[in-house]
């Protein structure tokens, strides 16, 4: 299944991940208290080490509520609900 994936810092510290498939309004999110779990999800999408580095790097340096996506990607349903994302 054909995604985009965000992420954001929230003003309570916590981390979101939004998934969202072009042309579809369903947008989950989940936000997360750790930056090790945001990590870990990103990794079950099949993100690599090094993007994620890369772009949690990026975040730590923008404001609250900025949101940076990640290029498409395909992901396979079954990885998307046990993340608990249903679309």
């Known amino acids: 299944m054909?995604?985009?994936?965000?992420?954001?810092?929230?003003?309570?510290?916590?981390?979101e991940i939004?998934?969202?498939r072009p042309q579809h309004d369903s947008n989950p999110t989940h936000n997360y208290a750790s930056e090790k779990e945001v990590r870990a999800v990103l990794s079950d999408f099949g993100i690599?080490?090094?993007?994620?580095?890369f772009y949690?790097?990026?975040?730590?340096?923008?404001g609250?509520?900025?949101?940076?996506?990640?290029?498409p990607m395909d992901v396979?349903?079954?990885?998307?609900?046990?993340?608990?994302?249903?679309l």
Not at 64 to 71: A, H, V
Request: aromatic content about 4%; overall charge neutral.
């Open 18 to 20: 939004e998934v969202a």
């Open 48 to 53: 690599s080490q090094e993007a994620i580095d």
């Open 64 to 71: 609250t509520g900025e949101q940076l996506k990640f290029p």
């Open 2 to 15: 054909l995604i985009i994936v965000s992420v954001r810092r929230l003003d309570n510290d916590r981390i």
């Open 76 to 86: 396979s349903k079954h990885d998307l609900l046990s993340c608990g994302f249903r």
């Open 56 to 62: 949690l790097k990026l975040l730590a340096q923008m």
